[in-house]
């Protein structure tokens, strides 16, 4: 076996934490043949409920699993880490939009930021913690780490997007590809049924409803976290943390047959998107490992729109934490 890859979570004792912990022991996320360490990140108040998580991975005796750290101070979770999953941070709660959240979650990413400097050379850092697209702004301004190897998790948007236009056109997931979302994860994000395929060919040819994907499948998406809280009472949590290990793997493989995967990563200025934000885009991964954003995708009037109506909200996120940058 290698030398273990280590990854801090965040949140650890909390809902998303036990749905994906067990799964990236078990080896499920970074292989059967890579022995995985743990760095557990809580804050105080919850760090005997995290001793309790810590007992049940150990009992599980994964092979993979070669040490776990719990710790309430990030330096410590942070240090030497190749991989941070930034969960950690209070979900909103029936009538909330995941924006109301920014000045409380937001503070969060400051001192994780400037933690960060003690991980690994190749590090990446993925923030699920919402507003996650500006929690991830905050934290990659106030770290050293290069700005290239941070990113948001747009992730649950696609799977919920794929899911949809599946069901609508009675074809499995696999069908669907090209599933881009752009922007925030918000209730303005625009999931792109334009560029989507089925089958290899535009989606808007098996489906012809548009109506139906101009506004219902539209919002559902948009809509859906706010629906799983109003029915479970809590938010997502076991779809966030697969969404999370989708999230890691689209970043680590080679992304297959000209598709791509969405997640919010730092702009450079594609698509007329201000360089600096972290915005929902196509990504494709390269044999290397490194990615690029897709580009020349067409936009539709109705379709730019959408587009600029998720950019102004992203700029409006920023200027609400400039104090944070
Ligand atoms: P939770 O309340 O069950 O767990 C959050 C945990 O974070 C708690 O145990 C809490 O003690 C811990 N925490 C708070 N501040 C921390 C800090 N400074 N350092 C370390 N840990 C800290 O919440 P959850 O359901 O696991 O959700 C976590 C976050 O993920 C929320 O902000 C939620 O809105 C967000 N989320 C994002 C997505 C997405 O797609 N991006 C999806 C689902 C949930
Ligand atoms: C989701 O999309 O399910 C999460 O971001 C939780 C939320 O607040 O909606």
Same mark, same amino acid.
């Given at each position: 076996m290698s030398n273990p890859i280590r990854v801090a979570i965040s949140g650890a004792a909390g809902q998303i934490a036990y749905s994906i912990l067990f799964r990236i022991a078990s080896g499920q996320l970074f292989g059967k043949d890579r022995p995985v360490h743990? *760095?557990?990140?809580? +804050?105080p108040q919850a760090m005997n409920a995290l001793s309790g998580v810590a007992m049940e991975l150990e009992d599980c005796a994964f092979p993979t699993l070669a040490g776990l750290t719990l710790t309430d101070q990030a330096e410590v979770a942070f240090d030497g880490i190749h991989w941070a999953l930034l969960i950690g941070s209070r979900p909103r709660g029936p009538g909330m939009e995941r924006a109301d959240l920014i000045r409380i979650n937001g503070p969060i990413f400051v001192g994780q930021g400037k933690a960060l400097n003690r991980s690994a050379d190749d590090v990446r850092v993925v923030v &699920?913690? *919402?507003p996650c @697209? !500006? *929690?991830c702004l905050i934290a990659m301004n106030n770290s050293d780490v290069p700005n290239d190897r941070f990113s948001a998790m747009m992730r649950l948007d696609q799977n919920r997007s794929k899911a949809l236009l599946a069901g609508k056109s009675h074809l499995p997931i696999t069908a669907v590809s090209h599933m881009v979302v752009w922007g925030n994860h918000s209730n303005r994000q625009y999931p792109d049924? =334009? *560029?989507a395929r089925i089958n290899g060919r535009p989606a808007t040819e098996l489906i012809t409803d548009t109506a139906w994907l101009r506004e219902s499948f539209v919002a559902l998406v948009q809509e859906r976290g706010a629906a799983v809280i109003k029915a479970r009472g809590l938010s997502s949590a076991a779809s966030a943390a697969n969404a999370a290990m989708d999230h890691v793997t #689209?970043? +680590? =493989? /080679? !992304?297959a047959d000209n598709d791509c995967f969405s997640a919010a990563v730092c702009s450079h200025g594609a698509y007329g998107v201000d360089a600096g934000l972290i915005f929902g885009l196509p990504l494709r991964t390269r044999a290397n490992g !490194?990615? =690029? &954003?897709v580009e020349g995708? #067409?936009?539709? /009037?109705w379709a730019q729109e959408k587009? @600029? +109506?998720v950019l102004n909200e992203l700029r409006t996120e920023r200027d609400v934490v400039k104090d944070l940058l």
């Open positions: 743990l *760095n557990l990140l809580e +804050i &699920v913690g *919402n @697209n !500006t *929690n049924f =334009e *560029n #689209a970043l +680590i =493989e /080679p !992304t !490194t990615q =690029e &954003v995708l #067409a936009l539709s /009037p587009f @600029n +109506i």
